[in-house]
């Protein structure tokens, strides 16, 4: 059904949804965004699923964004470039507001989405080798759509020392700044998420979902304002100089103008 995402569903209702492609690292293009949000809306539907997992294929978690996608809409209009943009939006808010848990399950290194992906769950267990950051600004660009979920999960005192750094980080920091809930060894990591999900296979379902929703209401608005606003700024951003040397010169191989 899906090109870029695979559902598998155990006998419990336990349901892993993982990213699909392994040889791009799992990086974002315009048909992952529609099928993570087509996905998302399949689970939230099915009242077998009890508990979801997001987890990525192969190495990486999640890359970021397709630079070959992100290129492409440097050629698009304005309004073009935000329908676009607005993808990445719809598909966080559909996993951020799915009415079942979902646990992430980091096994390799996630950039730019990759974390945004990470902050939309309720609870994220990582590898202890990943490496994570928000590397959009080296490209010119800005964090923008994921921006209100990094932001709600780690806090803005937090976020503020990764958010527009670029800088990488480890899964041990990645605890401290409230990213991932713990750091495991990889061979581990299964286990840990295992722990994640057992206790909610004895709660009633119906429950879970409204206390999920109870404190998505007392936590951080993210409206559709907010949403809007994220999408607008990015939009703007790609109008911008920075925005066409960062990406030039990533696929040009060499460092960027601003670069000392």
Not at 30 to 42: G, I, W, Y
Not at 133 to 152: D, F, M, R, S
Request: glycine share 8%.
């Amino acid at each position: 059904m899906f090109e870029t995402v695979t559902i598998e569903t155990d006998d419990r209702g336990v349901a892993t949804l993982t990213l699909n492609r392994p040889e791009k690292h799992n990086a974002m293009n315009a048909q992952m965004l529609d099928d993570l949000a087509a996905a998302a809306d399949q689970l939230a539907q099915d009242d077998a699923v009890r508990v979801v997992i997001l987890t990525g294929a192969g190495k990486s978690f999640c890359a970021g964004g397709d630079l070959a996608w992100m290129r492409a809409q440097m050629e698009m209009d304005t309004a073009t470039r935000k329908a676009e943009s607005a993808k990445l939006a719809i598909m966080l808010k559909a996993l951020n507001e799915l009415p079942k848990p979902l646990i992430g399950r980091v096994q390799g290194n996630a950039f730019g989405g990759g974390v945004g992906m990470a902050s939309v769950c309720d609870v994220t267990i990582g590898a202890e080798t990943v490496t994570m950051g928000l590397t959009e600004v080296k490209l010119g660009l800005i964090p923008a759509n994921i921006g209100p979920y990094v932001i709600a999960r780690m806090g803005e005192a937090m976020a503020r020392r990764v958010f527009f750094s670029g800088r990488l980080f480890k899964a041990d920091e990645a605890v401290t700044l409230g990213l991932l809930a713990k750091a495991v060894p990889a061979d581990a990591l299964d286990a840990a998420v295992e722990a994640e999900v057992a206790p909610y296979l004895a709660c009633a379902p119906g429950a879970v979902a409204s206390a999920k929703a109870l404190a998505r209401r007392f936590g951080p608005v993210i409206d559709q304002a907010a949403i809007d606003h994220a999408v607008t700024a990015l939009a703007e951003t790609w109008e911008g100089d920075e925005a066409r040397e960062g990406i030039a010169a990533f696929f040009e191989k060499r460092k960027a103008g601003w670069v000392q």
